[in-house]
């Protein structure tokens, strides 16, 4: 199967080789993929996802093997991913315009939605198909064929996905993937992004690199859609009930090894509340996160992506203790090797320390005490970006209140995890731009043509003296309403 796609799609290759066989597969051969009605587009999708479901199996040992995620949370990716194609199979027949009453009688205007071209998709390695499927499920629901640049650390989703799309009857040139190495990923993206046939760019990865992407960007005025980083806030108010309150930050802190762009970085936890919830979060952790091999059954919490990431994590629990946080359980490397950190809880934390203003991506829970609402928001807003923020109350009133005032494109309430097909998916300050999923996911990559059309009068005139069966010519148009 690689070799089958490594022939037809460029595969592991030099740079000019591969802009070469993108360029001519998304500007010749897959040209006339916009000449494709919406329910045929529609159909072709949907079989996509059918056999996303027919191989789920083996797309989740996939995405195990590169990235070391537990399998059990490598199936749910999978059917998250499928789901997207599903959703955009539905929206591609939902592609509507709109028809403008003007000041002249005699005139009207149409709004046409028409694809905007090829887009780039540049993905991470953390989500390595869903972040393929939420983004070229809505390119091609609108009309748009694609050049995806997988995570150098996990090109074997994307290349599975050109496979199978392959054998779903999306045609050549439509669905195009350039795996590149570490070393050549910074060129290939580059390249890419400033290619002037590209008129979309659409990226998930750290605010760093997405300002060199917007960058790049700018010189041609590219359409851009940025899903960037996050430090998100995770508060729990004295009227939040202990254990749904502990469940929730299971779920947002240590899925994927906390290797989320929406995994809780700062818990915010009130004064009267703050040791039960501490006791009662570090026995949880200790019952229900296990380490180990990702294909173990039983096994929670896989490696992280590579040393580094585990070196990040570990200057972050070094820096916390050095300034006097309290480590209530892990705290160091797990003994199975050297890509493993055990699931850490820090207490006595304050703004201070690096893990309060740097994201982890990775298993470190840091809890800083604070005493009031209005200290909480303060708090949780003290930062340049705001994608998710989660918090825990049963006052109806504060609900409302903390929910407007977080800083957040996201926000989930007396819950831990918070995305879906149906809901936008965004962040709001230098986490991003544009929204990905939902109805408005595919309205990223359309562009909007205005259409003004005069002599209508006429027009009616003439159908009338050629028509039958009327007795008076129309006089005017149809009223304004």
Not at 70 to 99: C, N, Q, T
């Amino acid at each position: 199967m690689a070799d089958t796609f490594a022939e037809q799609r460029g595969g592991p290759c030099g740079l000019s080789k591969g802009k070469e066989l993108y360029q001519r597969r998304s500007y010749g051969e897959g040209e006339e993929w916009v000449e494709h009605v919406g329910p045929e587009r529609s159909s072709l999708l949907r079989k996509w996802y059918n056999l996303m479901i027919q191989n789920k199996d083996d797309l989740a040992r996939i995405i195990t093997a590169e990235s070391g995620k537990p399998l059990k949370e490598a199936h749910g990716e999978i059917l998250y991913s499928a789901f997207f194609l599903e959703w955009f199979s539905e929206e591609a027949r939902r592609v509507y315009g709109d028809i403008i009453y003007t000041p002249a009688k005699d005139k009207r205007a149409l709004v046409l939605k028409q694809p905007v071209g090829v887009a780039a998709v540049i993905t991470p390695w953390n989500f390595p198909s869903a972040m393929i499927t939420r983004k070229v499920g809505a390119a091609l629901a609108a009309g748009c064929t694609v050049v995806v640049k997988p995570a150098e650390d996990t090109p074997f989703s994307a290349l599975a996905l050109a496979e199978l799309a392959s054998q779903a009857g999306i045609p050549p040139g439509v669905y195009n993937v350039i795996p590149c190495s570490r070393k050549n990923a910074k060129e290939v993206g580059e390249a890419i992004c400033t290619d002037p046939l590209v008129s979309k760019i659409s990226f998930t990865g750290s605010t760093t690199t997405g300002k060199i992407l917007l960058h790049h960007a700018a010189n041609s005025v590219k359409r851009v859609s940025m899903e960037l980083g996050g430090l998100a806030p995770f508060i729990v108010f004295d009227s939040a009930n202990v254990d749904q309150a502990v469940a929730g930050a299971l779920a947002s802190k240590f899925r994927n090894t906390g290797q989320t762009c929406v995994c809780s970085n700062r818990f915010l936890v009130q004064r009267g509340i703050h040791d039960a919830f501490v006791k009662a979060f570090a026995e949880a952790m200790k019952k229900n996160l296990h380490v180990g091999n990702g294909f173990e059954e039983g096994t929670t919490q896989g490696p992280l992506i590579n040393e580094k990431a585990v070196e990040k994590v570990e200057k972050q629990v070094n820096d916390a203790v050095s300034k006097g946080a309290t480590i209530v359980t892990g705290g160091k490397r797990h003994h199975l090797g050297k890509n493993f950190f055990e699931p850490t809880l820090l207490s006595n934390v304050t703004q201070d320390m690096l893990c309060t203003h740097e994201e982890t991506f990775g298993p470190l829970a840091p809890v800083i005490k604070f005493d009031t609402e209005e200290e909480a928001i303060a708090i949780a807003n003290a930062t340049d970006v705001g994608l998710a923020g989660y918090f825990y109350s049963q006052d109806p009133a504060q609900i409302w209140r903390v929910a407007e005032q977080l800083e957040v494109g996201m926000v989930g309430v007396n819950e831990g995890l918070i995305s879906s097909v149906e809901c936008p998916f965004g962040g709001v300050k230098q986490s991003g731009l544009g929204r990905e999923g939902s109805k408005y996911g595919i309205d990223e990559y359309l562009e909007l043509k205005t259409w003004a059309q005069g002599t209508l009068k006429e027009t009616l005139d003439c159908d009338w003296q050629a028509g039958e069966g009327h007795s008076t010519p129309p006089r005017h148009l149809p009223a304004r309403h």
